[in-house]
T-cell receptor
Framework: GQQVMQIPQYQHVQEGEDFTTYCNSS?????IQWYKQRPGGHPVFLIQ???SGEVKKQKRLTFQFGEAKKNSSLHITATQTTDVGTYFC?????????????WGLGTSLAVNP | ETGVTQSPTHLIKTRGQQVTLRCSSQ?????VSWYQQALGQGPQFIFQ???????GRGNFPPRFSGLQFPNYSSELNVNALELDDSALYLC??????????????FGPGTRLTVL
């Protein structure tokens, strides 16, 4: 079945360093969503990207959707300990009426104070 | 808070037993999706219910079944529990309408342990 690859699987950074996670699909996507899951918690919606080349910012977080709508990235500037958690991308394929989210495996971020 | 609630929060069962998990969706939402999340893994799609009918299913055996009620709340039933069914079960509510793509709002999950 269709897959969404997310890299890296794990990332350790020092507080203040930047962090980026990437999400890649072999097929064109209708849109992509990003979620954050804190340890012991449940996924929380962060943002949705729909347009080719779209860039959205939320404070220190920058989200991009590729021109071909096959990849996306989440970049955190100057990480803080509150950024700890697993970041998931979840994509909706472009084909048909099936709008089920296809989830990446997530990138777990650890931040050393 | 998302307004999505799940019960119970924790559950311990033994192999072969049956379990029912419940989810109350966010007000105004008509779609509920169920996910299984094993420790350290991403959510795995079990199935989705839209207006009381199953609207897609992931790679889970028939012993995983569900219901959606007229008020859009939902149940997940698992029969003949196996050890590998131990996981966090997440319910996500969303509004499916026209061509819009549905942001999913997750409940806190039910942690199921099968012994």
């Amino acid at each position: 079945g269709q897959q969404v690859m997310q890299i890296p699987q794990y990332q350790h950074v020092q507080e203040g360093e930047d962090f980026t996670t990437y999400c890649n699909s072999s097929t064109t996507l209708s849109n992509i969503q990003w979620y954050k899951q804190r340890p012991g918690g449940h996924p929380v919606f962060l943002i949705q990207l729909v347009k080719s080349g779209e860039v959205k910012k939320q404070k220190r977080l920058t989200f991009q959707f590729g021109e071909a709508k096959k990849n996306s990235s989440l970049h955190i500037t100057a990480t803080q300990t509150t950024d700890v958690g697993t970041y998931f991308c979840a994509a909706v394929p472009n084909a048909g009426n099936n709008r089920k989210l296809i989830w990446g495996l997530g990138t777990s971020l650890a931040v050393n104070p | 808070e998302t307004g999505v609630t799940q019960s119970p929060t924790h559950l311990i069962k033994t192999r072969g037993q049956q379990v029912t998990l419940r989810c109350s969706s966010q007000s105004g939402h008509n779609t509920v999706s169920w996910y299984q999340q094993a420790l350290g893994q991403g959510p795995q799609f079990i199935f989705q219910y839209y207006r009381e009918e199953e609207n897609g299913r992931g790679n889970f055996p028939p012993r995983f079944s569900g219901l959606q009620f007229p008020n859009y709340s939902s149940e997940l039933n698992v029969n003949a529990l196996e050890l590998d069914d131990s996981a966090l079960y997440l319910c996500a509510s969303s509004l499916m309408s026209g061509s819009s793509t549905d942001t999913q709002y997750f409940g806190p999950g039910t942690r199921l342990t099968v012994l």
